[in-house]
Nanobody, 123 residues
Framework: QVQLVESGGGLVQAGGSLRLSCAASGRTFSNYAMGWFRQAPGKEREFVAAISWSGGRTYYADSVKGRFTISRDNAKNTVYLQMNSLKPEDTAVYYC????????????????WGQGTQVTVSS
């Protein structure tokens, strides 16, 4: 089992920045690829970003490319999502997820999920 706890969400004005953190516990963190997803009210959960176990490969949804950066610190068992130039359409609950081995962009490919953290971007 892997336990994931997100933090860092909040209310920010359009154009602002937030950094989300996801702390993992339970298994060897460096064995897991990590992903960030988000879900807005009335919408399906969507992929945001993913990072390989080593941090050497990253992937982004087109909607966040150039604005968001995913990173990880395996010594701290933590994955981050730096979000810059935020837009009102980025408003959602953000979830981190973990899966063994390779990265993935589909939610159903992830084995473990956090409870989510709310991000609200005002216009």
């Amino acid at each position: 089992q892997v336990q994931l706890v997100e933090s860092g969400g909040g209310l920010v004005q359009a154009g602002g920045s937030l950094r989300l953190s996801c702390a993992a516990s339970g298994r060897t963190f460096s064995n897991y690829a990590m992903g960030w997803f988000r879900q807005a009210p009335g919408k399906e959960r969507e992929f945001v970003a993913a990072i390989s176990w080593s941090g050497g490969r990253t992937y982004y949804a087109d909607s966040v490319k150039g604005r968001f950066t995913i990173s990880r610190d395996n010594a701290k068992n933590t994955v981050y999502l730096q979000m810059n130039s935020l837009k009102p359409e980025d408003t959602a609950v953000y979830y981190c997820a973990a899966r063994l081995f390779g990265t993935a962009t589909r939610a159903e490919e992830y084995d473990y999920w956090g409870q989510g953290t709310q991000v609200t971007v005002s216009s």
